[in-house]
């Protein structure tokens, strides 16, 4: 659809993109062109009372709208593709609880799966069957997992891995790339990208050098940076740790070359590879970016899909290098909470429809779609801008690209991607609130949502 046909479309009918949601509390208002733009009432008292309750008045620091301005908006509900805040404005959701909701916002087979299994108790804390039946999806969809042991969060994930893999080679000493980042663990806040890079903060206070003296940062698509470091280190790293997409720096995908460079390096150096697949594990394709580029690593940490928008974290391996974990073998790890069966059922029922035929294709033609519409209108107007996509997750910066690490995706116009976000979302359009965390596509994403999303960019972008 032409973008000014779209528009149109939008412009001369309200109901065409915000059909029966306007209510009392949801106070509308015109843009310079006539379409309708939102107004955020109760979400700022409630975040008013927030920053008084929580620190900056959040759970995680990303969603305070520190890098784009203004107050962030407090959802009431969300339903497929949509999102809907206390005042009532709806939005075309492309944030997906932050990668999760692949399927869509609560996706009715999975809420009656829970459902199901809440009636029989929400947390065992004993081995139940749904583990098993989990771990085993996870083991014949990933390439490099012969074992799995299941956590609450990518960041626990993380944090058993790496202890593992130092376990396994007897070696201190890791490699991670700028910008990517693996959880808030202190071994991995080092140029870590994502909200401490939206924040502005180069490390974190209270992280003592201790715990980062073992770890090393090379430059993301540069593999002499790497072999620079392993050769400074001969002997001496267990692993290198990386995400095969990059999400935490916004989205960037790596050259086919860096990683089968990498694999080489790790098997001359008697090192592991580690794919933080967190965000791209079921969302890139079935088996995670490790099947889509092809690259087998010996390590996996998984979280978000997997878990159906429940609370959970995943990591595993050859199973030699898995039995290093207790009780099996000595390498500790535990979590109260961990297997519990409404994360297991919701990862369950989510897997199950991920590994139907197509559907990872058809999330990477409406990620395609998405990205070359915005790209286009963008250039249209004048604007610098690069993007891509690998499935159903994608990402774009305001500037020249390719941008192929950290340090370029830091050149990116930050001024105009803050009044960009923000006018996005008066129009309906939910942005993830900073240009260094990628988008997330969903099955639940219509055509429809689509062209919409293009339309109202045009606006937004021709008035940047």
Not at 164 to 175: D, G, S, Y
Not at 250 to 255: E, L, S, W
Not at 411 to 416: G, I, P
């Amino acid at each position: 659809m032409k973008f000014a046909l779209a528009t149109a479309l939008l412009v001369g009918s309200t109901a065409a993109f915000t059909p029966g949601f306007a209510t009392k509390s949801s106070v509308l208002k015109m843009s310079a062109v006539g379409t309708e733009t939102y107004t955020f009432t109760k979400s700022e008292e409630i975040f008013a009372e927030a920053k008084e309750l929580m620190p900056g008045g959040v759970s995680s620091p990303v969603r305070a709208f520190k890098s784009v301005g203004g107050n962030p908006v407090v959802f009431d509900r969300v339903k497929g593709a949509y999102a809907w805040d206390v005042d009532e404005n709806k939005y075309i959701d492309y944030v997906g609880t932050w990668g999760p909701a692949i399927l869509g916002h609560a996706d009715d087979d999975v809420l009656a799966a829970v459902s199901a299994t809440m009636a029989k108790g929400t947390s065992f804390g004993a081995p139940c069957p749904l583990e098993n039946e989990l771990a085993k999806m996870v083991i014949d969809a990933v390439p490099s997992v012969e074992m799995v042991r299941f956590t609450n969060s990518g960041t626990e994930a993380c944090m058993g891995m790496i202890r593992l893999v130092r376990a396994f080679t007897n070696r201190e000493k890791v490699i991670k790339f700028e910008g990517c980042y693996h959880g808030h663990a202190d071994s991995f806040l080092v140029q870590a990208g994502s909200g401490v890079a939206t924040l502005g903060l180069p490390d974190s206070p209270g992280v003592p050098k201790s715990a980062t003296q073992a770890t090393y940062c090379a430059e993301y698509n540069n593999l002499e940076s790497v072999k620079a470091i392993m050769d400074a280190n001969k002997d001496e790293i267990a692993a290198i740790i990386l995400e095969p997409v990059v999400g935490n720096s916004g989205f960037i995908k790596p050259d086919m070359e860096f990683l089968e460079g990498l694999r080489k390096l790790t098997e001359e150096n008697g090192a592991l590879l580690v794919f933080d697949e967190v965000m791209t594990g079921f969302r890139v394709s079935y088996g995670g970016a490790q099947e889509y580029f092809g690259i087998k690593p010996d390590v996996t940490t998984m979280g978000k899909v997997i878990g159906g928008g429940l609370p959970v974290g995943a990591y595993g391996g050859r199973k030699e290098i898995m039995e290093m974990v207790a009780p099996a073998g000595p390498m500790y790890q535990a979590g109260t909470l961990s297997g519990n069966p409404l994360a297991m059922t919701a990862g369950i029922e989510t897997l199950k429809k991920l590994k139907q035929e197509g559907v990872h294709e058809e999330l990477e033609r409406k990620a395609k779609k998405l990205v070359d519409g915005i790209c286009e209108a963008a250039k249209k107007h004048g604007h610098a801008i690069s993007g891509d996509y690998a499935g159903g997750m994608f990402g774009w910066y305001f500037v020249e690209g390719p941008v192929k690490n950290f340090q370029e995706a830091a050149k990116s116009d930050a001024e105009k991607f803050g009044k960009w976000h923000r006018m996005m979302l008066e129009r309906g359009v939910y942005l993830a609130p900073s240009l260094y965390e990628a988008g997330f596509m969903s099955m639940a994403h219509t055509d429809e949502d689509i062209e919409k999303t293009i339309a109202i960019a045009d606006e937004v972008l021709s008035q940047l």
